[in-house]
């Protein structure tokens, strides 16, 4: 079955870095784009980043762009989140996700169109 395993995640100091990795099984993952979203307590999942199947095209959400960099290795099925100049509002789990579509150099980020999850990884940050 499709498996998708966050990690990396953690506590860090504002203005510092993470990178999250999310590994991915069960499904042809270089077919396919990946996302990024995260949820903080009380709030709704938001988009965070997303890239496509080649690798040509990223999006991200206002919010993050300029600090996080979304990239992949589809020799390891991995998808990954670099998280500079953190800031306490970036607190949330964060989780990757598959989109429903294949081979697509559309940029997604309504969590609709994905549709399996991996189970989320924590980042605090602290002021």
């Known amino acids: 079955q499709v498996q998708l395993v966050e990690s990396g995640g953690g506590l860090v100091q504002a203005g510092g870095s993470l990178r999250l990795s999310c590994a991915a099984s069960?499904?042809?993952?270089?077919?396919?784009?990946m996302g990024w979203f995260r949820q903080a307590p009380g709030k709704e999942r938001e988009f965070v980043a997303t890239?496509?199947?080649?690798?040509?095209?990223?999006y991200y959400a206002d919010s993050v762009k300029g600090r996080f960099t979304i990239s992949r290795d589809n020799a390891k099925n991995t998808v990954y989140l670099q998280m500079n100049s953190l800031k306490p509002e970036d607190t949330a789990v964060y989780y990757c996700a598959f989109p429903r579509v294949r081979f697509s150099e559309t940029v997604y980020s309504a969590a609709s169109d994905y549709d399996y999850w991996g189970q989320g990884t924590q980042v605090t940050v602290s002021s």
């Open positions: 069960g499904r042809a993952f270089s077919w396919y784009g």
């Open positions: 890239i496509t199947w080649s690798g040509r095209n990223t």
